[in-house]
């Protein structure tokens, strides 16, 4: 009677899904109730979800107590998610609530615009969508042992590479692009950039998950350089880490964009709009992140080389639109699992070794 | 749960000779009922879901995942670390069991306590602490942060609980008159070891080295830190799977994924049958 044992299950889960269904269905009905409220914004307190990646969190949070203080921000509270950016993307993605999203790359945008959730034109104001940004630089050990500065001193013998893993952290995409367009801006050619690329895979000894894993494994003690971001190199130097960081001549600006939802409380907009005000701005300067907008005044950022001129403007910087034809061009082309060029250089670097 | 119990579970669930095949009556009929429910809930449908994904690419789509070499390396990688750490884990795992049962010493509690340790830590916190301990700072002097030792001591550290804590009930409940039987009709402590008490272990083992080898394919947090996550060298299954999924390739991570199911089924499967052979000839 084999049947009859299974037969058992299968009702026992039918019966579980049909409850599984009911219950979804009758939660859906909350959101639509709560909407109703929505047009007397001002007599009802406000919640606003936020989903970001985890390194902006304390400029979020000094930025909401600056809103707090203006009329459109009183009263507003918050609920926040912080994580790792395409994490967080991906469940915001499959329903997890958000007004307003900040993350490390625009693909992460770009995913919620696909889901529907953001809308097309979010990236179409003067900053294109990018509410915070940064470089990317080398962070060192004290003293800089072994005198790297430049792109070229990375491939020296003996220097050894610790960068996060551009298969599996989006954001660790941006130090390899970089000395990709390093090569390319000095007027090398493609190849010139595949042979770099290369050889600095070659001095690479680790590639952990995240920007955050990397600089874990380089404080303690992986490596001699850690290519990383100006942001998350002065958070560290903040935070007492014992490095120095270099900012070569030719460095990538790592923008990280900012978006609302097309399902959100009206306060989101006017959040971002905040976020685009010089006192927003100096809240990110002062966790190390590059002002986006003109007229910041930039007070001393600790942990920064020169506190007093914390962001010095490279020779040459280059921009992920302009120099690799944007995100989804760019992963594509050097990130994709089996054919990206990037991909391909790992291989053979690993096959070699 | 006692590995016995465990046992006779199986046996009510799937054994064909031990019950007849109409013991259901109502209380237990709705007790295999929330049993299977919570099964389907956890396991069951959250696995369809992953093979029903993997199958959505194709077998074109699987091919061309599993053709990949950096996914290739990476799955021999990480089965050949597993099956490595399990049999040191049967060994060693044993061995600790054996220390604990039959040995007084002092602070044995504290070992007791701290067998389980690995359980409870986060597995980023054990990747941090297997950095500091066995990385390029290493106190000790030894350093294999970035080359498979590390993958194979992160495995080690996160499954080292599985056979110890599987083996130690069992022999805390082998009758010691059998062994003294066997020494009064003249049988050595070596013959004593390997046909007196071994045998009666050995379904212990194979559960504790199912678990352990199961929960070490699986890993992933302990060895982020420390493995270097270098392609073709140091790459794990898991950092493939996210780089898929980072790449928005969710067919292709659930083909790997799947694979590892597959794997750890036949393993789980092979060693259940080892030890229901051993258990039906004792």
């Avoid at chain 1, 609920?79 to 967080?88: F, L, P």
């Avoid at chain 2, 990688?77 to 040995?103: E, K, P, S």
């Avoid at chain 2, 941090?128 to 970035?146: E, H, I």
């Amino acid at each position: 009677m084999k049947t009859s044992k299974w037969g058992w299950a299968g009702v026992v889960v039918v019966a579980a899904m049909g409850l599984a269904a009911c219950s979804s269905g009758s939660a859906s009905v909350a959101p639509g109730s709560a909407g109703t409220t929505a047009p007397s914004p001002a007599a009802t307190p406000v919640t606003l979800n936020l989903v970001a990646y985890s390194v902006p969190k304390t400029a979020n949070e000094a930025i909401e107590v600056l809103w707090a203080k203006t009329p459109e921000g009183a009263g507003v509270t918050w609920v926040e998610s912080y994580g790792a950016s395409g994490d967080q993307s991906r469940a915001v993605a499959s329903g997890l609530k958000a007004d307003y999203v900040h993350f490390s790359l625009e693909g992460d945008v770009t995913r919620l615009v696909k889901a529907g959730l953001v809308d097309e034109s979010w990236n179409s104001g003067p900053t294109g969508g990018i509410v915070s940004s940064s470089v990317v630089v080398f962070a060192v050990r004290p003293g800089n042992p072994k005198g790297i500065h430049t792109w070229t001193d990375l491939v020296k013998d003996g220097v050894q590479i610790v960068t996060p893993n551009p298969g599996s952290s989006g954001s660790a995409r941006w130090n390899v692009l970089a000395g990709w367009g390093s090569v390319i801006a000095g007027g090398g050619t493609e190849q010139d950039a595949i042979d770099y690329t290369t050889k600095l895979f070659q001095h690479v000894v680790a590639l952990p998950g995240s920007g955050r894993d990397a600089t874990t494994a380089f404080l303690a003690g992986t490596g001699d350089v850690l290519l990383s971001y100006e942001n998350e190199a002065i958070l560290a130097k903040q935070s007492g880490a014992a490095i120095d960081y270099v900012l070569p001549d030719t460095t990538l600006r790592i923008d990280n964009p900012g978006a609302v939802l097309k399902v959100s409380n009206p306060k989101a907009a006017l959040w971002l709009k905040f976020l685009y005000t010089p006192q927003a701005q100096a809240e990110f300067a002062k966790a190390g992140f590059r002002p986006v907008v003109k007229g910041v005044t930039i007070g001393q950022v600790k942990g920064a080389n020169d506190p007093s001129n914390p962001f010095p403007v490279p020779t040459k910087l280059l921009n992920i639109n302009d120099d690799f034809g944007g995100w989804s061009h760019a992963n594509t082309k050097f990130f994709d699992p089996d054919t990206g060029v990037i991909t391909k250089i790992q291989v053979a670097t690993g096959k070699s070794s | 749960m006692t590995v016995a119990q465990l046992r006779n579970a199986r046996r009510f669930l799937g054994g064909r000779r031990a019950l007849p095949r109409t013991t259901l009556r109502r209380g237990s009929g709705i007790s295999l009922g929330v049993a299977v429910l919570w099964l389907s809930l956890l396991v069951l449908i959250p696995l369809a879901a992953v093979v029903a994904t993997a199958a959505n690419g194709g077998w074109a789509g699987v091919v061309t995942t599993l053709s990949n070499p950096q996914t290739l390396a990476a799955i021999r990688l990480t089965l050949a670390q597993a099956a490595g750490v399990t049999v040191v884990n049967v060994v060693m795992g044993t061995l600790i069991a054996w220390v604990l049962v039959r040995d007084e010493f002092p602070g044995k509690r504290v070992v007791e306590i701290v067998i389980d340790v690995p359980f409870a830590l986060p597995t980023i916190v054990a990747g941090l602490v297997l950095l500091g301990l066995y990385g390029p700072r290493s106190p000790l002097g030894f350093d294999v942060s970035n080359t498979r030792s590390a993958v194979f001591l992160a495995f080690a550290f996160v499954t080292l609980p599985f056979v110890v804590r599987a083996v130690q009930p069992v022999l805390e409940e082998l009758d010691p008159e059998i062994e003294q039987a066997a020494r009064s009709l003249g049988a050595s402590e070596a013959q004593n070891l390997v046909r007196v008490v071994l045998p009666s272990l050995v379904p212990a083992i194979a559960a504790g080295a199912a678990l352990s080898f199961a929960r070490a394919v699986s890993e992933y947090g302990s060895l982020v830190l420390i493995s270097g996550n270098l392609a073709l060298r140091t790459e794990v299954t898991s950092v493939r799977i996210l780089t898929y999924i980072e790449n928005g390739q969710v067919a292709q991570a659930s083909v790997v994924a799947t694979v590892l199911l597959l794997v750890a089924f036949v393993v789980i499967g092979t060693l259940d049958f080892l030890q229901r052979k051993v258990t039906r000839r004792g």
